[in-house]
Nanobody, 127 residues
């Protein structure tokens, strides 16, 4: 059974940096795209960034491009989201999610196409 466990959230000030981690277990992930989504209070889930496990190809939402970096450690089965120049509007619960891109046949930034997710980690950015 695939499990994803996020960590690294916290309370920071605007302009600070934070690194989120996602520990993946229970499967082989070569066919997966790993994504980070976030949900602010009262808002829908928003795609943040993704990385293809096998190739390392990355994709970012415009709102975080240039500020956030997604990476992976294949040996440790870890996914990271390095967040810099944080803004109050980045405040949200952040979720690590997995998409079987081989079965899906295409990359998708829709959360509906991600089949595993963790419990989330809260990031709060004060102004």
């Amino acid at each position: 059974q695939v499990q994803l466990v996020e960590s690294g959230g916290g309370l920071v000030q605007a302009g600070d940096s934070l690194r989120l981690s996602c520990a993946a277990s229970g499967g082989t992930f070569s066919a997966y795209v790993m994504g980070w989504f976030r949900q602010a209070p009262g808002k829908d889930y928003e795609f943040v960034a993704s990385i293809t496990w096998s190739t390392g190809s990355t994709y970012y939402a415009d709102s975080v491009k240039g500020r956030f970096t997604i990476s992976r450690d294949n040996a440790q089965k870890m996914i990271y989201l390095q967040m810099t120049s944080l803004k109050p509007e980045d405040t949200a619960a952040y979720y690590c999610e997995a998409q079987n891109v081989v079965e899906l046949g295409r990359f998708s930034a829709s959360r509906l196409d991600y089949i595993y997710w963790g419990q989330g980690t809260q990031v709060t950015v004060s102004s």
